[in-house]
């Protein structure tokens, strides 16, 4: 059952995986082990996305399926799920930047790859980033940015991490629209990532994982 | 006698327009110089689209706001202050003179005033829900449509315009919802005029109002910089813009996230309501096409992007529709210039189903070695300097990248040289470096 539950939500079959989802929960199951087959599920999607064979409609439709899984197990949880991280990443889209499509693909395949996310969205100040990298010791930044005034927002934001101490502490990686490895160099970022999995290859470099 | 313009051929109807292009109506050349700039620098644009050679490779600087930083003034003070807007663009005209094949006026640098007097939400400027700072204006994505909307917008566009999207768009007419549908106004008006005295229908429609006022001084602005560029010979290349009805529905109704969803649970109506927007985006672009000179009609491509979704997704929800778009432009004549941002390698397939020299691309992040083998005999092909090199590298650096570029792109012909997008501030030296290879290695023999 648990192994038919994992395709389901990975072949994105809405109704049957959602009924699936009742009738565990109706047998008594515990939520927690639902959580976790959702969490294998979605790793497959992860991998069939870094593969080429899903996209985006596949990821975002994921997401919605997870949510509504999420959603009916709650009630049934007493104690939170205790998951095992590689790492903690801090993600956002730079100062005078709001868009996010980029950035949340990010955020997917960071987690479905076992690293702990804090996306702190869109538009964010280069304060934010210093105080939510001390507040939770994350290892690696990654500054997300679609158009050109996102160079110097990098810049600054990188900067402003240094000027708090914590630069020679962390991983700063960039990504986005117009990002390459020229912005890279001019905003003193450690690696530019062309996609989400080029992300996830980083932050598990970084952190020492396969 | 000549033929009727229904009886002409979509090739013949392009030529025609590009005749018009040549000589533009309602145009006076400040002298006989200014006018043959002009047809020296639009033919030169021609031949390219064309597929021939020119006298040399076309060359399009990547300013968008470019011209406000390089006056020492910013996004923000244009968008709210028109002299300074028209100073500004006008200063940027004549130091580039002799370095510029066309010149966009400020026509994209939309009136503040008026987005505040109707209090838009669907964009953020700067100062407006952006730091003050920032050089360009977004779009604010959303969920401005709803899924179960579809048919509203299906049945009568104009009244979805009108009674739902609007009044979410423009937080001034938040009123508008109670407006009767003006495709059932009563033959003898009894309570039809009731909803146009409550005071928040009026407030909206003052706001209308101060927005269209607000417009027309901008206008006045734009329209002088446009006038002196074009009594000095210096052409448009875009007369209107269009989008693929994908991106319409993707963008600014159902938002990226809305629409992914609905190609899973209702792909029949993404479909009937493309079909609506495809009409309504091919009825605007022949419009704006025949009012000006350049029969070019620019359409940025989102959401068909490489990664964005699969082929398959591709073929069946994106490329139908936006090449119903594309052909019933090149039908008429014009010349879709259909600006890939980000990269388009994956989807070559489809420009290669399109017909010889009716379009151009302006590739942002495509692979243009590759595009020109694959696609050089079929299409122009525009791009694709980075904006990092010409924000961040020397004029040196720029220079020789353009080289690069000429030589691969430019070989017999179809290729404009263009930034992968465009800059809003940088070093004047990049923008100047990149002309001066366009003169230099850009030159074809004759």
């Known amino acids: 059952m648990s192994g038919d539950f994992v395709n389901l939500l990975a072949d994105l079959k809405e109704d049957e995986v959602l009924k699936l989802t009742k009738q565990r929960l109706d047998s008594g199951e515990d939520g927690l082990k639902i959580l976790e087959d959702s969490r294998k599920g979605m790793e497959i999607v992860g991998k069939r996305f870094a593969d080429g064979e899903y996209f985006l409609p596949e990821l975002v439709y994921s997401g919605e399926l997870l949510k509504q899984i999420t959603e009916m197990v709650k009630p049934h949880i007493t104690q939170a799920a205790e998951t095992k991280r590689l790492g903690t990443v801090v993600i956002g889209t730079v100062a005078g930047d709001i868009h996010d499509i980029g950035l949340n693909i990010v955020d997917f395949m960071l987690d479905v790859n076992g690293f702990e996310v804090h996306n702190l969205g869109v538009d964010v100040a280069k304060e934010k980033f210093v105080d939510k990298v001390k507040e939770t010791k994350a290892p690696i930044v990654g500054l997300s940015g679609f158009l050109t005034p996102a160079f110097d927002a990098m810049k600054e934001t990188v900067e402003a991490l240094e000027k708090a101490g914590l630069r020679d502490k962390i991983k700063v990686m960039i990504g986005g629209g117009q990002i390459d490895d020229e912005v890279k160099k001019y905003a003193k970022a450690d690696a530019f990532g062309k996609d989400a999995m080029a992300a996830v290859a980083l932050a598990k470099k970084w952190v020492g994982a396969k | 006698m000549a033929k009727e313009w229904a009886e002409l051929t979509p090739a013949e109807k392009r030529e025609e327009r590009f005749k018009r292009w040549l000589s533009p109506q309602g ?14 620098r639009v033919t030169r644009f021609i031949k ?200 319409t529905l993707g963008d600014t109704l159902r938002g990226t996230r809305g629409i992914m969803m609905d190609v899973f649970q209702r792909p029949d109506k993404v479909h009937e309501a493309m079909d609506k927007i495809a009409a309504l985006a091919i009825d605007s672009a022949i419009n704006a096409a025949n009012a000006s000179a350049a029969p070019i009609v620019m359409m940025p491509l989102h959401k068909g992007a490489d990664g964005f979704m699969s082929d398959k997704q591709y073929a069946t929800f994106y490329w139908p529709a936006f090449k119903r778009v594309i052909m019933a432009l090149v039908d008429e004549g014009i010349l879709p210039l259909l600006f890939a ?52 590298g020397t004029p040196q650096e720029v220079k020789e990248h353009c080289r690069k570029l000429i030589e691969v792109c430019g070989k017999g012909g179809g290729y404009i040289l263009s930034g992968g997008a465009q800059i809003d501030k940088g070093p004047a030296e990049n923008m100047h470096a990149m002309m001066a290879a366009a003169k230099e290695y850009g030159v074809y023999k004759k």
């Open chain 2, 48 to 247: 390219a689209f064309q597929l021939k050679e020119p006298d040399r490779v076309p060359c399009i600087l990547p300013a968008s706001n470019f011209a406000a930083y390089y006056a020492g003034t910013d996004l923000r003070t244009v968008m709210y202050d028109y002299d300074k807007l028209s100073q500004a663009w006008l200063k940027f005209f004549h130091d580039f003179e002799d370095d510029l094949d066309t010149f966009i006026p400020p026509a994209l640098v939309p009136p503040a005033k008026s987005l505040e007097a109707v209090d838009y939400q669907l964009y953020r400027w700067p100062g407006h829900g952006i730091s003050g700072d920032t050089t360009s204006y977004q779009c604010a994505e959303a969920e401005y449509m709803k899924p179960d909307e579809y048919d509203a917008l299906i049945r009568d566009p104009s009244d979805f315009w009108l009674r739902t999207y609007m009044p979410r768009v423009f937080g001034a007419l938040k009123g508008f919802p109670q407006l009767p549908a003006l495709t059932s106004f009563e033959e003898i008006a009894i309570q039809s005029f009731v909803p146009f005295g409550m005071p928040e229908v009026q407030d909206g429609f003052k706001a209308l109002m101060e927005a269209g006022t607000e417009s027309l001084k901008w206008l006045a602005a734009v329209g002088k910089v446009a006038g002196e560029a074009s009594a000095a010979g210096m052409p448009g290349i875009m007369s209107g813009f269009a989008k693929a009805p994908f991106d």
């Open chain 2, 27 to 40: 145009v006076t050349f400040s002298s006989p110089k200014a006018e043959k700039g002009y047809k020296a």
């Open chain 2, 341 to 392: 941002e980000g990269s388009y390698n994956t989807r070559f397939e489809y420009i290669k189903e399109l017909p010889k020299g009716a379009t151009a691309w302006w590739f942002d992040q495509t692979d243009m070695a590759r595009a020109k083998k694959e696609l050089g005999d079929r299409i122009c092909i525009m791009g694709n300097v980075p904006t990092s090199l010409m924000m961040t």
